[in-house]
């Protein structure tokens, strides 16, 4: 096939410079080749380069890149004219790299994937860098299922990130992590049971089971987030379940017990009735669309302050009315909050209001009245008695309409406005926070009526015993209030209600016995931590801060069985906790030896140290049953890896995770630090957005826009609808995206990022097989380059420090636009363009070649190390068909450098002015080949007028040049160029620039009078062939490289026919 071409050919004798017949014999078994291989898909064959005898096993060079190949055409294809082939096409400086022009991803990557392992080059750098050490901790995902595009997004960026500094040369140890305790894991394992199979299951068999399951999910993920190509230590992650960890976090909490942070108590937390556990902040979800009942309520008054007696006095009854979206909280009413400084009207109504004088916020009084199904817009109104203060209303009772408890009107606090209800807060200290500080300071009881199910209690009242608060205990209790007369109205409310993150079912405040972190305690702490950290995007601070101000204590115990125990033994008399030093201590040794497992699988007598061991004998002691929020899991990584792990620094260089994280890990993470260890756990931390569709929309199974990163990089089943892209476009995606908002994903979104990987990947394969025969002994001096190079050296060392600082400051956009617009505004449309006839024509050692391989190789060692970060597949592979010798085995052992060339401003002027001059010229050789003027670029003779008298100083030092490279005709691709002081030699040429051009010139093109080389294809005076009669038809620089290259004279009628060539 293809790959045996080049050997084949030589054995026939198609040397460089072999035979006509053995040429001839060498290019049929070539076409025969390569025709098999069009038929087999192995690639075509570069005949040019076979016909050196060179060992090309590569398509030839083609695509959105400098098309680089002439075509041999060896049989008239049907229905198309045979064109002529130059019969010295094979002396030409043609292309030749083993680099694939296709990536072929699903073969190439896991090859070169391997390749790294295989040398051990990720442990090597992590250990041999002379930097410093650079640690990004890793924010572990949930071990319950398989990897999702918002998860690939992360470690990838995550990745870019340890890249660029592996190339800095820092000491870079990337611990992966996972989260394996709680829950949806629990929760996962128990679904998967039949429903005879969970009864009876101890703790120890729930733990194993949910063990297996996080483990067996760690090892799946693990092997997709390889295929991303992350480098992490894989042989060594850190799993919230392994012992040295449970026993790092214990570490944390008996810290923070020592220093006064950790307490128990009675009071309202989040609770999920559908988990039957407290739910700290972070675990709540708020979806849209949810709607509760709401009422309005009237409290008859018992009592009256001496402020409200004058309003008790005309045989109407006083009454304050409440508002409330959680009508079931009702029997549990304790009291009734007003704002002390509010304004609050007494009011009454003939028959919306019969004999009752009722309190309202004056605020609020229209607002009453539409509720009562009065019309303002007729005139209907509530009327107004009196007014009074808040602090009036303080010392007046009421009676409450279900269970007649006598309660009183209390001051509350800034959280009682008039934005909504009535201005008077019904308050249940057992079912909210506000209630429940407001119930403290009057010294209410803590009643909660409501069970782990969710379900009212006895307290509640015989009526309402048993029923569920969320159903059926709502619907009775706004009944028993209707019977009651109490009920002024029920209305659906639509608003925000939190959720279960898990169940995604409504949670419930219920006050119950809970261990908390007493966050007031070390709040100010904390504020004064976020300002040391910086903060990406800015906003972030803002976000995080707000929490943390915000923020009530943290209730850091759960009702489950798989997760850390909360160390506490309790009186079995008195139920008074043991926590110590000294306890505590003990647990942490027997769970770094053990696991958490210890605390189910001993007694208290094993789990107790020796001084209470007897007490335990005897019965004295019960160890608790409480598990860790498994945010309080997450959040102490800190501790057991970052500060535990001799590879890594704490406080880390940077965490990195979504924007949600402010109210989860980053925040959990930076309050267990500070309240141990009295600092932030990092320095750095910069977050990304949601992944949504390409309409902007959530991602759904149901609506079936969910983009599975494994079908990116493998594609589907169809490989003709779902092609396989390769991880190195689904990281170009992630780079290439604003990841500090929410940032889409979809079908076309994916086909463009895979059109802008195929540009750079064509423009660096032709920059790389232009090399095949450069040596580092073939280098030219910067300072002895042509312009135009060092000009592009120029560009690339601007383009360098835009892409630095791109990665420095997590911009990765910023530099992968910075990149694609050089490869291709620069390199391709400009400078690799007008290098060909430099690389293609001279002798191979000719300073035109040279000079511009100088210049090649110097683009192609930065470049591909500044993609390396984004894609380091296609930067590898690059690296492994250097066709020059590599002190590396692997780009990443290279060094990042911004380069720093300099050139004259008047350079860059002339430059500039060449750029926008090439433009005006090519829309007039345009509008020539529209007109069959001309054809090629190369048959045009431009005239320029130019009466700008910079631009046209600027462009005076490129009418000829020494070097034969700083020339315009080369630069415009053109056979000449010709200045003219006279306008009207322009004008009369046939065609011609019309309207105003980019620098003002009057331009107009002919075709050439002179004759074409028929090696180079440009035209030049007739005087100046025929000077070597053996090649008369060339010009007198190709002669030259011909008599360099040792060529013998073939007359054309003996040159093998195929197609001419553009290139």
Same mark, same amino acid.
């Given at each position: 096939?293809?790959?045996? +071409?080049?050997? $084949?050919?030589?054995?026939?004798?198609?040397?460089?410079?072999?035979?006509?017949?053995?040429?001839?014999?060498?290019?049929?078994?070539?076409?025969?080749?390569? /025709?098999?291989?069009?038929?087999?898909?192995?690639?075509?064959?570069?005949?040019?380069?076979?016909?050196?005898?060179?060992?090309?096993?590569?398509?030839?060079?083609?695509?959105?890149?400098?098309?680089?190949?002439?075509?041999?055409?060896?049989?008239?294809?049907?229905?198309?004219?045979?064109?002529?082939?130059?019969?010295?096409?094979?002396?030409?400086?043609?292309?030749? +790299?083993?680099?694939?022009?296709?990536?072929?991803?699903?073969?190439?990557?896991?090859?070169?994937?391997?390749?790294?392992?295989?040398?051990?080059?990720?442990?090597?750098?992590?250990?041999?860098?002379?930097?410093?050490?650079?640690?990004?901790?890793?924010? #572990?995902?949930?071990?319950?299922?398989?990897?999702?595009?918002?998860?690939?997004?992360?470690?990838?960026?995550?990745?870019?990130?340890?890249?660029?500094?592996?190339?800095?040369?820092?000491?870079?140890?990337?611990?992966?992590?996972?989260?394996?305790?709680?829950?949806?894991?629990?929760?996962?394992?128990?679904?998967?049971?039949?429903?005879?199979?969970?009864?009876?299951?101890?703790?120890?068999?729930?733990?194993?089971?949910?063990?297996?399951?996080?483990?067996?999910?760690?090892?799946?993920?693990?092997?997709?987030?390889?295929?991303?190509?992350?480098?992490?230590?894989?042989?060594?992650? =850190?799993?919230? $379940?392994?012992?040295?960890?449970?026993?790092?976090?214990?570490?944390?909490?008996?810290?923070?017990?020592?220093?006064?942070?950790?307490?128990?108590?009675?009071?309202?937390?989040?609770?999920?009735? /559908?988990?039957? !556990?407290?739910?700290?902040?972070?675990?709540?979800?708020?979806?849209?669309?949810?709607?509760?009942? /709401?009422?309005?309520?009237?409290?008859?008054?018992?009592?009256?302050?001496?402020?409200?007696?004058?309003?008790?006095?005309?045989?109407?009854?006083?009454?304050?009315?409440?508002?409330?979206?959680?009508?079931? !909280?009702?029997?549990?009413?304790?009291?009734?909050?007003?704002?002390?400084?509010?304004?609050?009207?007494?009011?009454?109504?003939?028959?919306?209001?019969?004999?009752?004088?009722?309190?309202?916020?004056?605020?609020?009084?229209?607002?009453?009245?539409?509720?009562?199904?009065?019309?303002?817009?007729?005139?209907?109104?509530?009327?107004?008695?009196?007014?009074?203060?808040?602090?009036?209303?303080?010392?007046?009772?009421?009676?409450?309409?279900?269970?007649?408890?006598?309660?009183?009107?209390?001051?509350?606090?800034?959280?009682?406005?008039?934005?909504?209800?009535?201005?008077?807060?019904?308050?249940?200290?057992?079912?909210?926070?506000?209630? =429940?500080?407001?119930?403290?300071?009057?010294?209410?009881?803590?009643?909660?009526?409501?069970?782990?199910?969710?379900?009212?209690?006895?307290?509640?009242?015989?009526?309402? @015993?048993?029923?569920?608060?969320?159903?059926?205990?709502?619907?009775?209790?706004?009944?028993?209030?209707?019977?009651?007369?109490?009920?002024?109205?029920?209305?659906? =409310?639509?608003? @925000?209600? #939190?959720?279960?993150?898990?169940?995604?079912?409504?949670?419930?405040?219920?006050?119950?016995?809970?261990?908390?972190?007493?966050?007031?305690?070390?709040?100010?702490?904390?504020?004064?931590?976020?300002? !040391?950290?910086?903060?990406?995007?800015?906003?972030? @601070?803002?976000?995080?801060?707000?929490?943390?101000?915000?923020?009530?204590?943290?209730? %850091?115990?759960?009702?489950?069985?798989?997760?850390? #125990?909360?160390?506490?033994?309790?009186?079995?008399?008195?139920?008074?906790?043991?926590?110590?030093?000294? +306890? %505590?201590?003990?647990?942490?040794?027997?769970?770094?030896?053990?696991?958490?497992?210890?605390?189910?699988?001993?007694?208290?007598?094993?789990? $107790?140290?020796? @001084?209470?061991?007897?007490?335990?004998?005897?019965?004295?002691?019960?160890?608790?049953?409480?598990?860790?929020?498994?945010?309080?899991?997450?959040?102490?990584?800190?501790?057991?890896?970052?500060?535990?792990?001799?590879?890594?620094?704490?406080?880390?260089? %940077?965490?990195?995770?979504?924007?949600?994280?402010?109210?989860?890990?980053?925040?959990?993470?930076?309050?267990?630090?500070?309240? /141990?260890?009295?600092?932030?756990?990092?320095?750095?931390?910069?977050?990304?957005?949601?992944?949504?569709?390409?309409?902007?929309?959530?991602?759904?199974?149901?609506?079936?826009?969910?983009?599975?990163?494994?079908?990116?990089?493998?594609?589907?089943?169809?490989?003709?609808?779902? #092609?396989?892209?390769?991880?190195?476009?689904?990281?170009?995606?992630?780079?290439?995206?604003?990841?500090?908002?929410?940032?889409? %994903?979809g079908d076309s979104i994916i086909k463009q990022v895979a059109d802008s990987y195929r540009k750079l990947r064509n423009t660096l394969r032709y920059i790389i097989g232009n090399l095949h025969d450069f040596k580092d002994e073939d280098a030219v001096e910067y300072d002895k380059l042509p312009k135009i190079d060092q000009h592009i050296l120029f560009r690339l060392s601007e383009t360098m420090k835009e892409v630095d600082a791109g990665y420095q400051s997590y911009n990765f956009a910023s530099a992968m636009q910075a990149l694609t617009r050089f490869c291709v505004t620069d390199l391709s449309n400009f400078y690799l363009d007008i290098s060909k006839d430099r690389l293609y024509i001279p002798k191979p050692d000719h300073f035109r070649r040279r000079s511009c391989q100088t210049t090649m190789k110097i683009l192609l060692d930065t470049l591909s190390k500044a993609l390396a970060p984004v894609l380091p597949h296609l930067a590898e592979d690059l690296h492994l068909n250097l066709p020059y010798p590599s002190p590396y085995g692997s780009i990443f052992e290279g060094e990042w450098k911004v380069p720093s060339y300099e050139t004259e401003p008047s350079v860059e002027n002339m430059m500039s002015t060449v750029k926008m001059l090439r433009n005006d010229v090519n829309k007039v050789l345009e509008s020539a080949r529209q007109e069959k003027v001309l054809g090629a670029s190369s048959e045009a003779e431009v005239l320029i007028y130019c009466d700008n008298s910079d631009v046209r100083s600027s462009l005076a030092r490129l009418e000829t040049s020494e070097n034969d490279v700083d020339e315009l005709k080369y630069l415009l691709l053109v056979s000449d160029v010709k200045f003219t002081t006279d306008k009207s030699a322009v004008d009369e040429l046939e065609i011609k620039s019309v309207?105003?051009?980019?620098?003002?010139?009057?331009?107009?093109?002919?075709?050439?009078?002179?004759?074409?080389?028929?090696?180079?294809?440009?035209?030049?005076?007739?005087?100046?062939?025929?000077?070597?009669?053996?090649?008369?038809?060339?010009?007198?620089?190709?002669?030259?490289?011909?008599?360099?290259?040792?060529?013998?004279?073939?007359?054309?009628?003996?040159?093998?026919?195929?197609?001419?060539?553009?290139?």
């Amino acid at each position: 096939g293809a790959d045996h +071409t080049p050997l $084949l050919a030589r054995r026939m004798g198609a040397r460089r410079w072999g035979s006509a017949m053995a040429l001839a014999c060498a290019m049929a078994f070539a076409f025969f080749a390569l /025709s098999c291989a069009q038929i087999l898909g192995k690639g075509v064959v570069d005949v040019g380069a076979v016909r050196r005898g060179a060992s090309v096993r590569q398509r030839p060079f083609s695509g959105s890149g400098p098309t680089i190949r002439r075509t041999l055409v060896l049989a008239e294809k049907k229905g198309r004219k045979q064109k002529e082939e130059s019969k010295y096409g094979d002396t030409i400086n043609l292309p030749i +790299t083993d680099f694939q022009q296709r990536a072929n991803s699903p073969k190439r990557e896991p090859e070169i994937q391997k390749m790294w392992e295989d040398n051990g080059i990720y442990k090597k750098l992590a250990t041999e860098n002379p930097g410093p050490t650079f640690t990004l901790h890793d924010g #572990p995902p949930y071990a319950n299922g398989k990897l999702h595009i918002g998860h690939a997004l992360n470690k990838i960026l995550k990745d870019v990130i340890n890249r660029y500094n592996i190339l800095c040369k820092k000491k870079v140890n990337f611990v992966p992590g996972w989260d394996c305790h709680g829950l949806p894991i629990e929760l996962k394992v128990l679904q998967s049971m039949k429903s005879k199979e969970r009864q009876g299951l101890t703790p120890i068999q729930i733990r194993k089971k949910a063990r297996d399951f996080a483990v067996e999910t760690v090892n799946e993920q693990r092997e997709a987030f390889k295929r991303y190509g992350i480098w992490a230590d894989w042989d060594h992650p =850190y799993l919230t $379940l392994q012992p040295e960890y449970e026993a790092a976090q214990i570490e944390v909490f008996a810290e923070m017990l020592k220093n006064g942070h950790i307490y128990r108590g009675r009071k309202p937390v989040h609770w999920s009735p /559908s988990s039957r !556990t407290a739910l700290a902040e972070a675990e709540l979800e708020y979806p849209e669309g949810h709607t509760s009942r /709401s009422i309005y309520v009237k409290f008859d008054m018992k009592k009256v302050s001496e402020g409200m007696k004058k309003f008790a006095e005309n045989g109407n009854q006083l009454a304050v009315a409440i508002w409330t979206t959680t009508p079931w !909280t009702m029997p549990a009413n304790l009291a009734v909050a007003v704002n002390g400084d509010l304004e609050y009207s007494i009011v009454t109504h003939q028959e919306k209001l019969p004999n009752t004088n009722l309190v309202v916020a004056t605020g609020l009084i229209e607002s009453m009245a539409s509720k009562l199904g009065l019309d303002s817009e007729k005139g209907e109104k509530l009327d107004i008695i009196g007014e009074v203060k808040g602090t009036d209303l303080e010392g007046c009772t009421y009676e409450h309409p279900l269970n007649k408890r006598e309660n009183p009107v209390v001051i509350g606090g800034d959280y009682i406005t008039t934005e909504a209800g009535t201005g008077l807060v019904h308050t249940a200290p057992g079912h909210g926070q506000e209630d =429940y500080q407001t119930g403290l300071k009057y010294g209410l009881e803590l009643l909660s009526p409501v069970d782990d199910a969710g379900r009212f209690t006895e307290e509640a009242g015989e009526r309402f @015993k048993g029923k569920n608060v969320l159903g059926e205990g709502n619907e009775e209790v706004i009944l028993a209030l209707s019977e009651t007369g109490a009920l002024l109205k029920e209305e659906a =409310y639509n608003h @925000k209600y #939190p959720y279960d993150w898990r169940t995604k079912k409504p949670t419930i405040f219920r006050a119950t016995s809970q261990w908390f972190a007493s966050v007031q305690g070390f709040r100010d702490d904390a504020l004064d931590a976020i300002e !040391t950290v910086n903060w990406v995007p800015a906003v972030g @601070k803002n976000r995080i801060r707000s929490f943390c101000e915000s923020r009530g204590d943290w209730c %850091i115990s759960r009702q489950r069985a798989w997760g850390v #125990p909360i160390p506490v033994f309790y009186d079995t008399v008195s139920g008074e906790p043991l926590m110590n030093d000294e +306890t %505590i201590s003990h647990v942490r040794d027997l769970v770094r030896e053990k696991g958490t497992d210890a605390w189910w699988e001993m007694s208290e007598e094993e789990l $107790l140290p020796e @001084k209470y061991k007897q007490e335990a004998i005897d019965g004295k002691w019960r160890k608790g049953t409480d598990t860790m929020d498994v945010w309080f899991d997450s959040g102490t990584s800190w501790n057991g890896v970052a500060n535990t792990r001799e590879e890594l620094e704490y406080p880390a260089d %940077i965490y990195f995770e979504g924007s949600d994280q402010h109210r989860g890990w980053f925040q959990s993470s930076l309050l267990t630090s500070v309240a /141990s260890k009295g600092n932030a756990p990092y320095k750095n931390v910069v977050t990304h957005g949601f992944v949504l569709d390409e309409k902007g929309l959530k991602m759904s199974k149901s609506i079936g826009n969910v983009v599975d990163p494994v079908e990116v990089i493998e594609g589907g089943s169809n490989k003709k609808t779902k #092609p396989a892209f390769g991880a190195d476009v689904l990281r170009l995606w992630a780079s290439s995206v604003d990841f500090t908002a929410d940032v889409s %994903i979809g079908d076309s979104i994916i086909k463009q990022v895979a059109d802008s990987y195929r540009k750079l990947r064509n423009t660096l394969r032709y920059i790389i097989g232009n090399l095949h025969d450069f040596k580092d002994e073939d280098a030219v001096e910067y300072d002895k380059l042509p312009k135009i190079d060092q000009h592009i050296l120029f560009r690339l060392s601007e383009t360098m420090k835009e892409v630095d600082a791109g990665y420095q400051s997590y911009n990765f956009a910023s530099a992968m636009q910075a990149l694609t617009r050089f490869c291709v505004t620069d390199l391709s449309n400009f400078y690799l363009d007008i290098s060909k006839d430099r690389l293609y024509i001279p002798k191979p050692d000719h300073f035109r070649r040279r000079s511009c391989q100088t210049t090649m190789k110097i683009l192609l060692d930065t470049l591909s190390k500044a993609l390396a970060p984004v894609l380091p597949h296609l930067a590898e592979d690059l690296h492994l068909n250097l066709p020059y010798p590599s002190p590396y085995g692997s780009i990443f052992e290279g060094e990042w450098k911004v380069p720093s060339y300099e050139t004259e401003p008047s350079v860059e002027n002339m430059m500039s002015t060449v750029k926008m001059l090439r433009n005006d010229v090519n829309k007039v050789l345009e509008s020539a080949r529209q007109e069959k003027v001309l054809g090629a670029s190369s048959e045009a003779e431009v005239l320029i007028y130019c009466d700008n008298s910079d631009v046209r100083s600027s462009l005076a030092r490129l009418e000829t040049s020494e070097n034969d490279v700083d020339e315009l005709k080369y630069l415009l691709l053109v056979s000449d160029v010709k200045f003219t002081t006279d306008k009207s030699a322009v004008d009369e040429l046939e065609i011609k620039s019309v309207g105003e051009t980019e620098t003002g010139c009057a331009i107009g093109v002919k075709k050439s009078s002179g004759q074409r080389c028929e090696r180079c294809w440009l035209h030049f005076p007739h005087e100046e062939f025929n000077q070597d009669e053996r090649f008369a038809d060339a010009c007198p620089r190709c002669v030259e490289a011909l008599d360099a290259l040792g060529a013998a004279a073939t007359p054309l009628s003996a040159a093998p026919q195929a197609s001419a060539a553009t290139a």
